[in-house]
């Protein structure tokens, strides 16, 4: 059907939010094809209608739409179920320059299956981008999101875990919460605030007086809020008998100013003594709190909770949406290339894993509000909002309605793949991960289709930088890998060049990664596609080009000629090598440090956190039965900027909370003596850890990581490979809080002694 000259139709008496679906409807199409439809109260002759009404009856947030000879029919069961109705057939709805069709036989009745499905969205210097977007951003992003069914969104107070201030600020916290709260308000949405506690003490009287007043004045300016939700930590770290009493002041404080509103609280980074006092504070029902959040660093499973917690209180998700690794949902075997590079919040559509999240967690929740700390996570976004509404939906479809609507109808299908094909390209090892060059190739043709509004579009901007920078990665990976092989092959002939030159030559060759850059084009191409995020949506992916707050928090062009292989560690390994005074001592340190993960005759090396090279780790279930790695083994890097660690101590096996960390080994010799040597890498902490083998032989008692780090032996009891058999259990002390990372586990070499 073709609506180049419809009317939008809607009543006389419509409400305010009525009219404003109106309005965004109108305004929509006007953004993409210069079309200007008039609002009138009864259908113009000479083309279709767009007839909008709100029936006041079904489903909340649901709507019918349907195409016949006198045009559409938008029916919202509700207010907020008209907005949704129209965000519908703007995502169906084909709209290009002076044009705008749907397709024959248009005709649905949907209502949205799941209850809560909102987003974060935080206006702090923390984030990405979010911290100097304006006012019309955040009312065009929002609006976004409510097309594609999203009903309720979250902010974050003026005090928070961040600085005072942002360079890119363009008016106050408080100024623009107010701003986000009223454009919340307009669409009919939800309104949440996460508000952590900070004080250092709520023990004490006056600070729980300090509280109150201050929390106080951020309720008092808002025109609406619908809920407030406290975590327990991360950030905040308060006692849950302190807690707990803390913030049934606050709900009445709030419902001062908020009759209605909601206080919902989260036990993030309790300890096992910690979150046994919440379970028993929560068995006397308070009644002045509404509900339950299972968000990050919570130490029990999603289902857990649910049977801990009195049914009477609903739990929401509040999924990080955001982090690619040091997170609660990781990207499972990311490879070590990217993490060093791409690091912790880079542009991430991950449609696929995202699906398997919320399948995982649907069933014991109410809904979700998503964590995020910048629009690097936009896509995963609108495939929670989705699933929220269905969750049988296929995730494709959603990815070609995000195309069509939000970068054009020319782009519905070659850029809803192109999505999927920026999450395969983070699948196995990316040396050998060709499809990463075919991803490329598929954004380069959209980039010579695209128009004007494609090239300006950040969304599709996004895409691009992503996809030149994954292929310059492993164009860079393959390149300085096969530099340092060679380099390698120069040690192996130390005997005949003699140890110094070895070493110059070695390190002439490795000094080439830098020296001549592979891929120069694709690498200024990720520049030129950072500037114009920059100009576009405010992204800020360099420190010092675009004042970042950190290069961890999404900056990751600061990255891009990050080292990715052991040149640095074996540039270091040549200087101290130098220093020695003896020939043969030189010679002798060389072939060490090229048969370095050799384990000799009859044994077993794996390097742990590099998932093509570590065939004894017991790698759990599969990551859609858990996809959190609460009992499953999650490869992970810990970048040392200062120290010249070898990769395979920058990546590591890690493990969660009190899951220990297992490896299996079979077809050993029943009669061997066996020898342990191992690398505990990853972070500085104070975790204490323990190896025991086959359940009943301590390998080693409790022990912190080395400093500095270095490899560690011990004597396998015979008695434990007796069958042929062996099984390695690395165990954190339990108990412990925090962010949840445990055993972080490098390197393990098990050799029979000789």
């Known amino acids: 059907m073709d609506l180049t000259r419809a009317t939008v139709v809607v009543p006389a008496n419509a409400a305010k939010r009525e009219r404003k679906a109106a309005a965004v409807l109108v305004e929509e199409v006007a953004r993409r094809s210069h079309l200007r439809w008039k609002v009138a109260q009864e259908s113009a002759s000479g083309g279709p209608a767009i007839f909008l009404s709100n029936t006041h009856k079904g489903p909340k947030d649901g709507y019918t739409v349907r195409a016949d000879g006198s045009g559409v029919r938008i029916e919202g069961n509700d207010e907020r179920g008209l907005l949704f109705g129209a965000g519908h057939l703007l995502r169906k709805m084909e709209i290009r320059r002076n044009s705008a069709t749907i397709p024959d036989g248009l005709n649905v009745t949907t209502a949205p299956k799941v209850r809560l499905r909102g987003h974060q969205l935080g206006y702090r210097p923390k984030t990405n981008s979010y911290d100097a977007w304006t006012l019309p951003m955040w009312d065009q992003y929002i609006r976004d999101l409510a097309l594609f069914g999203t009903n309720a969104v979250e902010l974050i ?40 506690a900070l004080d250092a003490d709520y023990s004490k009287p006056e600070t729980v007086e300090s509280a109150l007043k201050e929390w106080a004045e951020v309720f ?55 979150l046994n006092e919440f379970y028993a504070i929560m068995r006397t029902e308070p009644k002045w709190l509404d509900g339950i959040v299972f968000g ?73 509000i998503t964590y995020s700390e910048g629009c690097n996570d936009d896509v995963n976004k609108f495939v929670w909002s989705g699933l929220g509404w269905d969750p049988q939906a296929d995730v494709t479809d959603t990815l070609r309605d995000y195309s069509r609507l939000l970068i054009g109808a020319d782009f519905a299908e070659s850029f809803a793949q192109g999505l999927l094909a920026l999450e395969r390209n983070w699948r196995g090892p990316l040396a050998t991960n060709e499809g990463v060059e075919r991803t490329l190739a598929q954004f380069d043709a959209m980039d ?63 000094d080439r990664g830098a020296a001549e850059r592979t891929a120069p084009n694709v690498r200024a191409r990720v520049f030129e596609l950072a500037e ?62 090229v048969h370095r993960t050799d384990p000799g005759p009859g044994g077993f090396y794996d390097d742990l956190g590099n998932p093509s ?38 990546s590591v096996a890690e493990s969660r909370d009190d899951s220990p960390l297992a490896m299996r080994y079979k077809n050993l010799s029943p009669t061997a003596q066996y020898r342990i040597k191992l690398v505990y890498g990853g972070e500085d902490n104070a975790f204490e850890f323990r190896l025991v083998a086959d359940g009943q032989y301590e390998i080693h008692g409790y022990r912190r990581r080395e400093k500095p780090v270095k490899p560690i032996e011990f004597d396998i009891p015979k008695e434990a490979t007796r069958d042929g058999e062996l099984r390695l259990e690395f165990q954190r002390k339990p108990g412990a809080g925090g962010a949840g990372r445990a055993v972080q586990l490098a390197e393990v070499w098990l050799t029979p002694v000789q």
């Open 532 to 593: 114009a995020l920059f100009q576009s949506v405010r992204m800020q992916l360099s420190v010092d080009w675009y004042k970042a707050i950190d290069a961890g928090r999404g900056a990751n062009l600061d990255f891009i000629d990050r080292p990715i292989t052991d040149a640095p560690f074996l540039k270091h390994q040549f200087m101290q090598i130098r220093g020695m005074a003896d020939e043969k001592e030189r010679r002798a340190a060389i072939n060490a440090l």
């Open 613 to 650: 090279a570590q065939p004894h780790l017991d790698l759990g279930l599969p990551y859609g039965d858990d996809p959190a790695h609460l009992g499953s083994p999650l490869a992970a890097v810990h970048p040392r900027a200062n120290e010249a660690w070898p990769m395979s101590w920058q």
């Open 296 to 368: 990050p660093q919570i130490r029990v499973s999603l289902k857990q909770l649910r049977k801990d917690i009195p049914a009477r209180y609903p739990i929401r998700h509040y999924p990080d949406i955001t982090h690619s690794l040091r997170s609660q949902y990781s990207v499972p075997n990311w490879d070590a290339a990217y993490q060093l590079t791409l690091h912790r919040e880079p542009i991430n559509p991950r449609p696929v894993d995202e699906a398997a999240i919320f399948h995982h967690t649907n069933a014991q929740t109410i809904g979700f």
């Open 448 to 510: 010579r289709q695209a128009a004007p509004a494609q090239l300006l579009n950040w969304r599709f901007q996004q895409a691009q930088y992503r996809a030149h920078y994954d292929a310059y990665t492993r164009r860079r990976l393959l390149y300085e890998t096969e530099l340092q092989n060679r380099a390698m092959d120069v040690l192996r002939s130390a005997g005949a060049l003699g140890s110094v030159r070895a070493m110059a030559d070695a390190e002439a060759i490795l």
């Open 220 to 274: 008092r300016q808002l025109p609406r809020i619908d809920a407030v939700f406290v975590p327990g930590g991360d950030p905040g770290h308060t006692h849950p008998k302190y807690l707990m009493p803390l913030l049934e002041k606050q709900a009445a404080s709030l419902r001062k100013f908020h009759p209605k509103a909601q206080m919902w609280v989260a036990p993030q980074g309790f300890s096992t003594e910690w």
């Open 157 to 196: 107070p003026p005090r928070s875990d961040d600085d005072d201030d942002s360079p890119h600020f363009p008016a106050t916290k408080m100024e623009t919460m107010i701003g986000m709260s009223k454009i919340a308000d307009d669409y009919g949405l939800d309104l949440w605030i996460w508000y952590p």
